[in-house]
Nanobody
Framework: VQLQASGGGLVQAGGSLRLSCAASERTVSSYAVAWFRQAPGKEREFVAAKRESNGATRYSDSVKGRFTISRDNAKNTVYLDMSSLKPEDTALYYC??????????????????WGQGTQVTVSS
């Protein structure tokens, strides 16, 4: 399976943006999916994850209440809706997938499929 992330761009603080992650196969519904981000000079950071079985979601404290992860099985696509964006949200955003949910869902090493990343820049 391959993942293709898109939707990044330049937005002012307080604005909104929707990221998309399209899968090459009918995998979205059967995979645990997640979004991570990496700012220059920093480690890759967990943002959000969605379980494959019951669709349960998890968010990092820094984005909780502002970001929403969702999945459209018919389009085989995972979304990250971001609102109330802050300059500190500026990063390269990656989507990732694994065959089943992991209790360590927040760790990048748990995921074996990655998209290429899409840049999000929030200006103050």
């Amino acid at each position: 399976v391959q993942l293709q992330a898109s939707g990044g761009g330049l937005v002012q603080a307080g604005g909104s943006l929707r990221l998309s992650c399209a899968a090459s196969e009918r995998t979205v519904s059967s995979y645990a999916v997640a979004w991570f981000r990496q700012a220059p000079g920093k480690e890759r950071e967990f943002v959000a994850a969605k379980r494959e079985s019951n669709g349960a979601t998890r968010y990092s404290d820094s984005v909780k209440g502002r970001f929403t992860i969702s999945r459209d099985n018919a389009k085989n696509t995972v979304y990250l809706d971001m609102s109330s964006l802050k300059p500190e949200d500026t990063a390269l955003y990656y989507c990732a997938a694994r065959s089943y949910w992991s209790v360590n869902y927040y760790s990048p090493t748990e995921y074996h499929v990655w998209g290429q990343g899409t840049q999000v820049t929030v200006s103050s």
